[in-house]
């Protein structure tokens, strides 16, 4: 049975690129879909930005050599992204159309998402914390396809990022730890899925779920973040998972 | 030069005696006391340092027992959605590509886990004889009528099958694709749990340690889900957990490990006696 394949594009630019294009092919040629971030139609001008624009701000570097601390950084990043996102969809519940049992998954999430943030800022501790500020192009937070696809794509990150760092992890305490959060991401992952396409297959749209590179990640979550992310002693290789994408 | 290469030319009784000594330092005076100081200092990083293992266990036949394991679990899911989904009026027709989609993905998840086994020169185990009714524990055999059975089975396999390869993981450690490849699955397992738990009419996600109406035999399966030390950190007494949920929201944040011989435990019943 042919392995259907997501490709997601977070910038027009994107679009453009050789390899992107390759993938597109690939992806079409097998029956897959291309998921189109907001931020790749933010990115074509004429939609209304809110906020300062993605990779504006500082340098924010996650130094490899510090090990499995970067890692944790790198999920940081992604949870305080997260966790920033849904308490926005909470704040917002009363101008959206979102039903009363979709604002009781979001608000469940939110809960997740601000605990394990608040997780990690204890774990790093002040040595290795930071603050990073999230951005929203293209993202409307009153419209519910607008946050439900959102919700979704954040989800289905989180989820590919925490699998393919992981093998960065020398530590089985905190691989461990990165295990009992990325299958609640999934779990949230099919939860929005579920609402935005109930009784299909969505929820679980591949037999094996992606594991991205934290360079891959970090292209796609820059989108949504001011601060300039960026590596330092960026491991070299990577293995990939079953779906060879990351 | 990595881990892997460095142990297969350690003796095993070697490691063994390691191992033992692993354990002794893991619950020695020694390191709680290095744990305590760290926590005096408030620097959290180094008390998680001093949590981590300074001695890794997993060797090659870790990994293969593994795969084995994760064999079994599959061999388990996959026979139960091929009959459910074979069966004639037990399905609500609603439903039925929910569990096409999962059937599926247990059958490719079987292939993968035999293929990696091959992979790594050894045979496969083969599938044992299963019994859905736990032992006359549960009255089910795929019939007409047997849906709420069959979704309350699914969610039982699901939630283990999650905390069992979540346990596993950390003896993948050394084995970067098979550690990468099961992982892949074990996210497909959780969105599996949270569909079939939301299509019972519940949260994706458990709370403490909550079998809800699952039967009594089946709470193994949630034992331990209450934890709420993650590391050095009681995620239920930070700061913003008490308005972000409390307790219920800290303990549903974080899925919890089972050990191999918890989820034999778990599974024994499903196994035909021979």
Redesign the interface.
């Known amino acids: 049975?042919a392995q259907k394949k997501t490709l997601v594009i977070s910038s027009a630019d994107q679009l453009l690129e050789a390899r992107t294009r390759r993938d597109f092919l690939k992806v079409i040629g097998v029956g897959g879909v291309m998921v189109m971030l907001p931020t790749a139609l933010a990115a074509c001008g004429s939609d209304s930005t809110t906020g300062p624009k993605p990779g504006s701000g500082n340098t924010l570097t996650i130094d490899f050599a510090n090990g499995d601390?970067a890692v944790l950084q790198f999920a940081y990043a992604l949870e305080q992204l997260e966790a920033d996102f849904y308490t926005r969809v909470v704040a917002g519940f009363g101008g959206s159309n979102l039903s009363s049992g979709e604002q009781g998954?979001l608000g469940?999430i939110?809960?997740?998402e601000?605990?394990?943030r608040?997780?990690l800022k204890?774990?790093?501790?002040t040595?290795?914390g930071f603050t990073i500020t999230a951005t929203y192009p293209g993202v409307n937070f009153s419209s519910r396809s607008s946050v439900l696809a959102t919700a979704a794509a954040f989800e289905d990150l989180g989820?590919a990022a925490?699998?393919?760092a992981?093998?960065y992890?020398?530590?089985?305490?905190?691989?461990?730890?990165a295990?009992?959060?990325?299958?609640?991401?999934?779990?949230?992952?099919?939860?929005i899925h579920?609402l935005i396409a109930p009784?299909?297959?969505a929820?679980?749209p591949?037999?094996?779920?992606?594991?991205f590179s934290p360079s891959k990640v970090a292209g796609i979550a820059q989108g949504y973040i001011v601060d300039k992310l960026a590596f330092a002693n960026a491991p070299s290789t990577f293995?990939?998972?079953?779906?060879n994408n990351g | 030069m990595d881990q892997k290469s460095l142990y297969d030319t350690i003796d095993p009784e070697i490691m063994t005696r390691v191992n033992a000594r692993q354990e002794e330092i893991s619950k020695g005076a020694s390191v709680n006391s290095k744990l305590a100081a760290a926590l005096a200092l408030g620097s959290i990083p180094v008390a998680l340092a001093a949590l981590t293992k300074d001695v890794f266990a997993q060797t090659p036949s870790d990994v293969l027992d593994v795969l084995q394991f994760a064999l079994l679990l599959e061999y388990l899911e996959s026979e139960f959605y091929t009959r459910g989904t074979a069966a004639s009026g037990l399905i609500d027709a609603a439903d039925m590509t929910i569990f096409q989609t999962i059937t599926t993905h247990e059958a490719a998840h079987v292939a993968a886990l035999k293929s990696l086994i091959m992979g790594k020169s050894a045979t496969p185990n083969p599938k044992p004889t299963f019994d859905f009714t736990a032992h006359g524990a549960v009255a089910f055999d795929f019939q007409s009528g047997q849906y709420d059975t069959f979704k309350a089975l699914a969610q039982a396999f699901e939630d283990t099958g999650v905390r069992a390869y979540k346990g596993q993981a950390p003896r993948l450690i050394n084995d970067k694709a098979v550690l990468t490849a099961a992982l892949t699955i074990h996210a497909v397992e959780a969105r599996h749990a949270s569909e079939v738990r939301r299509l019972r009419g519940l949260k994706g996600w458990i709370t403490g340690n909550s079998r809800d109406d699952l039967p009594a035999f089946t709470q193994g399966i949630y034992d331990g889900e209450d934890n709420v030390m993650q590391g050095p950190v009681d995620v239920s007494m930070l700061s913003l957990t008490a308005s972000n949920g409390g307790t219920a929201a800290a303990t549903q944040a974080f899925d919890e490990p089972l050990t191999k011989a918890q989820v034999t435990a778990i599974v024994m019943p499903f196994i035909a006696s021979a």
């Open positions: 049975m601390f998954v469940d939110k809960n997740h601000v605990i394990h608040e997780f204890a774990a790093l501790g040595t290795y989820v925490y699998n393919g992981a093998q992890i020398s530590s089985t305490d905190y691989l461990t730890l295990g009992k959060i990325v299958s609640v991401e999934a779990r949230h992952a099919s939860a579920d009784k299909t297959g929820f679980a591949q037999t094996f779920d992606d594991a293995v990939q998972g079953p779906n």
